[in-house]
């Protein structure tokens, strides 16, 4: 099951986003938001403990303003998941000619006709990319950090922004069970995997592994680039700074979708039956 969202062609910076031939189609999404069939892996991070001085050093680097190119698009990006893109409008070929002979990161921030200034987005590494002819690019791109806008520093022939890195915090709520959580909200992705596939006509198997060995924190972004029908709910998820927070987000939004499923599935069976 893959289910995605056709983006709004109305975007005020007139972006457009395609996929490279032999890459997924877009197609519309007909149940709630939740795509399981994302193959998207993520690097698991393993802090250690560090020294006073180095403890104080990393603080002060995070702290640290840094200059972003920023993207504005339709869509939310979140850390680890894998994003294809094709560029063709003028100003951001000419970020692509400079990105090419810098860091390859730019920065990835949801944008619609509807939405405000969004200030929390997430870096985009281009790890391959193709340039044709005409200058267009396709390019492939990871999600990396995320990082809150503090000041624009550019609007012109795109846009460039100070931003300041985000790092989730110890829960406000004290103690929290992060693998409990975890646990609960991949066995919920796994009852709506089954459903869904019983609703479109497919085996119900059962699905396998949906972690992946992740941590908590990386899978929470994994769950949260599933909801691709829903990108102002992956917006909030995004800009949570609490991973408990967002896994008890995340589990809801599964529990609801279950009960949509559910109810579906009793409908179809009703008819079949009659």
């Not at 006073?52 to 972003?68: A, C, G, T």
């Not at 994994?222 to 896994?247: C, H, I, M, N």
Request: hydrophobic share 35%.
């Amino acid at each position: 099951m893959a289910l995605q969202v056709i983006h709004s062609p109305d975007l005020k910076d007139k972006l457009f986003l395609k996929h490279h031939s032999g890459l997924p189609s877009t197609s519309r999404c007909k149940v709630p938001p939740v795509n399981l069939n994302v193959r998207t892996r993520m690097r698991s991070a393993v802090k250690c403990s560090l020294s006073p001085d180095k403890h104080q050093n990393e603080i002060s680097e995070s702290n640290k303003l840094v200059e972003l190119p920023l993207f504005p698009l339709p869509l939310v990006l979140f850390p680890g998941a894998i994003l294809p893109l094709q560029i063709f409008e003028f100003r951001y070929r000419i970020m692509m000619h400079t990105l090419l002979q810098t860091d390859l990161r730019f920065g990835v921030i949801y944008s619609d006709n509807s939405n405000g200034g969004i200030e929390v987005g997430c870096v985009g590494e281009v790890v391959k990319h193709e340039k044709l002819n005409d200058d267009r690019f396709f390019l492939i791109c990871k999600g990396q950090e995320r990082f809150r806008v503090m000041n624009l520093v550019r609007t012109k022939p795109y846009l460039v922004a100070e931003v300041k890195w985000l790092e989730d915090r110890p829960s406000s709520s004290g103690k929290e069970d992060l693998e409990s959580l975890a646990v609960e909200v991949e066995n919920y992705m796994k009852d709506v995997i089954r459903l869904s596939n019983r609703l479109n006509g497919k085996p119900e198997k059962e699905a396998q592994d949906l972690r992946r060995n992740l941590f908590p924190t990386p899978f929470s972004f994994f769950v949260g680039s599933t909801f691709e029908g829903a990108p102002k709910e992956q917006q909030a998820l995004l800009e949570l700074e609490d991973t408990a927070l967002r896994l008890k987000r995340e589990k809801e939004t599964l529990r609801n979708t279950l009960n949509y499923l559910t109810a579906a599935s009793a409908v179809k069976d009703v008819f079949q039956s009659s």
